[in-house]
């Protein structure tokens, strides 16, 4: 059973940064996508950035390019997002995913709350 448990969510202020880590347990992770998505109040939840677990390729959201980074520990089945110079806008619940593609996940954490205020 793939179990997915983030942390590192909080309340920051605007430019602030929050380094989210999600640990994934329950099988091999060989060749899939890792990522995070979001919940933001009002809107569909939407892809935030992904990686791959066993090349490393990485992709992400065009507006949170240059400031978040999303990255593997591969010994310990855990994925992060650094999340710098937040923004307001990136307010929202974050969600922990993984699956064969980035775009089709098949499973998914709880989440974990961002506050970023003005």
């Known amino acids: 059973q793939v179990q997915l448990v983030e942390s590192g969510g909080g309340l920051v202020q605007t430019g602030g940064s929050l380094r989210l880590s999600c640990a994934a347990s329950?099988?091999?992770?060989?060749?899939?996508?890792m990522g995070w998505f979001r919940r933001v109040p009002g809107k569909e939840r939407e892809f935030v950035a992904a990686i791959n677990w066993s090349d490393g390729a990485t992709h992400y959201r065009d507006s949170v390019k240059w400031r978040f980074t999303i990255s593997l520990d591969n010994a310990e089945n855990t994925v992060f997002l650094q999340m710098n110079n937040l923004k307001p806008e990136d307010t929202g619940t974050y969600y922990c995913?993984?699956?064969?593609?980035?775009?089709?996940?098949?499973?998914w954490g709880k989440g974990t709350r961002v506050t970023v205020s003005s």
């Open positions: 995913a993984v699956g064969r593609h980035y775009y089709n996940m098949d499973y």
């Open positions: 329950g099988r091999s992770f060989e060749n899939y996508d």
